[in-house]
């Protein structure tokens, strides 16, 4: 059974940083992509960042030179560095990772809440 699980969301001031980490078991990712999207309440899961599996990312606007994102696939995970976070960052990230046939499998979410 493949499994995603991210870990590291919380409560943050504005301007603050949080590292959020995803751990997958039961296959691996090497050779496919990995990436993060966030989703605000009632709204659809929008993409936050990803990252192939020769190392290049690919940024929303919206985070791009804030955001930085990683993957180790010794340990099979991926992580995303959100450094200057804003309120409007505040939302469940959620972290997934490609699979044959256009399958992708997803993490069930951490809350990152972002407030003075």
């Known amino acids: 059974q493949v499994q995603l699980a991210e870990s590291g969301g919380g409560s943050v001031q504005p301007g603050e940083s949080l590292k959020l980490s995803c751990s997958a078991s039961?296959?691996?990712?090497?050779?496919?992509?990995m990436g993060w999207y966030r989703q605000f309440p009632g709204k659809e899961r929008e993409f936050v960042a990803r990252?192939?599996?020769?190392?290049?990312?690919y940024y929303a606007d919206s985070v791009q030179g804030r955001f930085t994102i990683s993957r180790d696939d010794t340990k099979n995970a991926v992580y995303l560095q959100m450094s200057r976070l804003k309120v409007e960052d505040m939302a469940v990230y959620f972290c997934y990772g490609d699979g044959v046939q256009g399958v992708s499998y997803w993490g069930h979410g951490t809350q990152v809440t972002v407030s003075s």
């Open positions: 039961g296959r691996s990712f090497s050779g496919y992509f």
């Open positions: 990252i192939s599996w020769t190392g290049n990312p």
